[in-house]
């Protein structure tokens, strides 16, 4: 018999990885993805099946982690083997525009999917897996981070997560459950969220040099971060959930950069030379040189990057750098692919699409390529 996983958050970065990985060991999938107005599942597309057909093994359940019912139904039909709760407003400087939904669905919504595998009587059969972050650690008492560093979370969506990561260290130790934090520090891909900084960079710049754009606007570019691959984290997530016993483990690379850094990578995948000049919010970031055919709208003095306060946080989280050795150690964790790596794939990506829009932008088809915020 085929184990069966449900996924909250299966339409986001994370879900979409862990979903391929899973059908791919012959799990039974099901996914919880949200009502929306238009379609959402561009992220999953390529695994969609027809549910028409016989025996599909990747199922989608409409509903949200802000409500009990819904979710309750859901594992009641499915009786899963293992949750794996991804689902979240998972952008920290919009929960500080959302403080009381981040609240209820990054917070409350753990405790209701716990409460539902108690109150249907699965705590013996259902493992979870909590999508706990380095967030938590915030403003940090100790570097590098480890599992036993304090927490100091700084925004809302922090708090709620702390509120998760310690509701489900409480199930485990009250009702016995397979219940496990997997401390994620930041990972990303060429399916992360727009507004999400590498994200922003990489398809910002793409479509600055394709002329579809003509400026980044920044935030706080000091900010230092601990970049992996989503693809390589979600292996991990999985492997969190076959051990002896549950235990929270940090995934992280142990290499540290800042976002001014992911900057410089991008343009130079693109063979743009850049300098920055100027301090605080005037500083800017010039083209020096153009290199090869990727950046066809650039020339020598060009500013593609500007800072602008309105991307600065209420309280910002200067600095993440994890410490991976317990997962080394137990987990064999090995990260896969470099930052750098990371950051080429992702330019590659978007270079792609942006030279796909600008050939529909040439024959009249474009559609508007947004800028997004965030
Ligand atoms: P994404 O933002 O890409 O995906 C979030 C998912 O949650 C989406 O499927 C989204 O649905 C869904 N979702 C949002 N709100 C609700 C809701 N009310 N009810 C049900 N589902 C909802 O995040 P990632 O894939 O990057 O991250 C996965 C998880 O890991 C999140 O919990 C995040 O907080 C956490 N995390 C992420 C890290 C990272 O660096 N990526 C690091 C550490 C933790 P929709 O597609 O409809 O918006
Ligand atoms: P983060 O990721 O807040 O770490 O949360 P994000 O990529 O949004 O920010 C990283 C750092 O870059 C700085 N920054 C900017 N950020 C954004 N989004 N836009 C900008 O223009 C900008 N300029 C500078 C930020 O201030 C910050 O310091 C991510 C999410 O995936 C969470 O869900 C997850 O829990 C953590 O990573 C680990």
Same mark, same amino acid.
Not at 60 to 76: E, K
Not at 180 to 208: M, Y
């Given at each position: @018999?085929?184990?069966?996983?449900?996924?909250? *958050?299966?339409?986001?970065?994370?879900?979409?990885?862990?979903?391929?990985?899973?059908?791919?060991?012959?799990?039974?999938?099901? #996914?919880?993805?949200?009502?929306?107005?238009?379609?959402?599942?561009?992220?999953?597309?390529?695994?969609?099946?027809?549910?028409?057909?016989?025996?599909?093994?990747?199922?989608?359940?409409?509903?949200?982690?802000?409500?009990?019912?819904?979710? &309750?139904?859901?594992?009641?039909?499915?009786?899963?083997?293992?949750?794996?709760?991804?689902?979240?407003?998972?952008?920290?400087?919009?929960?500080?525009?959302?403080?009381?939904? &981040?609240?209820?669905?990054?917070?409350?919504?753990?405790?209701?999917?716990?409460?539902?595998?108690?109150?249907?009587?699965?705590?013996?059969?259902?493992?979870?897996?909590?999508?706990?972050?380095?967030?938590?650690?915030?403003?940090?008492?100790?570097?590098?981070? /480890?599992?036993?560093?304090?927490?100091?979370?700084?925004?809302?969506?922090?708090?709620?997560?702390?509120?998760?990561?310690?509701?489900?260290?409480?199930?485990?130790?009250?009702? #016995? @459950?397979?219940?496990?934090?997997?401390?994620?520090?930041?990972?990303?891909?060429?399916?992360?969220?727009? &507004?999400?900084?590498?994200?922003?960079?990489?398809? *910002?710049?793409?479509?600055?040099?394709?002329?579809?754009?003509?400026?980044?606007?920044? #935030?706080?570019?000091?900010?230092?971060?601990?970049?992996?691959?989503? /693809?390589?984290?979600?292996?991990?997530?999985?492997? @969190?959930?076959?051990?002896?016993?549950?235990?929270?483990?940090?995934?992280? &690379?142990?290499?540290?950069?800042?976002?001014?850094?992911?900057?410089?990578?991008?343009?130079?995948? !693109?063979?743009?030379?850049?300098?920055?000049?100027?301090?605080?919010?005037?500083?800017?970031?010039?083209?020096?040189?153009?290199?090869?055919?990727?950046?066809?709208?650039?020339?020598?003095?060009?500013?593609? @990057?500007?800072?602008?306060?309105?991307?600065?946080?209420?309280?910002?989280?200067?600095?993440?750098?994890?410490?991976?050795?317990?997962?080394?150690?137990?987990?064999?964790?090995?990260?896969?692919?470099?930052?750098?790596?990371?950051?080429?794939?992702?330019?590659?990506?978007?270079?792609?699409?942006? /030279?796909?829009?600008? !050939?529909?932008?040439?024959?009249?088809?474009?559609?508007?390529?947004?800028?997004?915020?965030?």
């Amino acid at each position: @018999m085929s184990k069966s996983a449900l996924i909250t *958050g299966i339409t986001g970065q994370d879900g979409s990885y862990l979903a391929e990985l899973l059908l791919a060991k012959g799990y039974e999938v099901h #996914g919880i993805k949200r009502r929306a107005s238009s379609f959402n599942t561009q992220r999953i597309d390529h695994i969609y099946q027809d549910p028409h057909e016989p025996d599909p093994k990747l199922h989608l359940h409409y509903g949200d982690l802000s409500d009990t019912s819904n979710l &309750t139904r859901i594992i009641q039909e499915v009786q899963p083997d293992e949750v794996y709760n991804l689902g979240a407003q998972s952008h920290v400087a919009v929960s500080f525009e959302a403080p009381e939904y &981040t609240a209820d669905v990054d917070g409350l919504g753990t405790l209701r999917l716990l409460e539902a595998i108690r109150f249907l009587g699965l705590e013996d059969k259902t493992r979870f897996y909590q999508a706990s972050t380095s967030e938590l650690y915030g403003l940090v008492q100790e570097t590098p981070q /480890r599992e036993t560093t304090p927490f100091h979370p700084r925004s809302p969506y922090g708090v709620a997560k702390l509120y998760s990561y310690w509701i489900t260290v409480n199930y485990r130790e009250a009702y #016995g @459950m397979y219940a496990c934090n997997g401390i994620l520090f930041n990972h990303e891909s060429p399916r992360r969220g727009e &507004t999400f900084v590498t994200r922003k960079i990489t398809r *910002g710049l793409a479509n600055i040099a394709q002329g579809l754009d003509d400026c980044l606007h920044m #935030g706080n570019i000091d900010s230092l971060r601990d970049w992996g691959h989503a /693809r390589d984290y979600v292996k991990m997530q999985w492997l @969190m959930l076959q051990q002896e016993s549950p235990e929270d483990f940090v995934i992280a &690379t142990g290499k540290q950069n800042s976002v001014r850094q992911f900057i410089e990578w991008s343009a130079s995948e !693109l063979g743009i030379v850049l300098e920055f000049s100027g301090e605080g919010i005037d500083e800017v970031a010039i083209v020096r040189e153009v290199n090869g055919d990727k950046a066809p709208a650039l020339t020598a003095g060009d500013i593609v @990057m500007r800072i602008n306060p309105r991307y600065f946080r209420p309280a910002e989280v200067d600095s993440l750098l994890g410490d991976p050795s317990k997962a080394k150690q137990k987990l064999g964790w090995e990260p896969e692919t470099t930052v750098q790596e990371l950051c080429a794939e992702m330019i590659a990506e978007d270079l792609e699409i942006a /030279r796909r829009n600008t !050939l529909l932008k040439e024959h009249g088809l474009a559609a508007p390529v947004t800028r997004e915020s965030g």
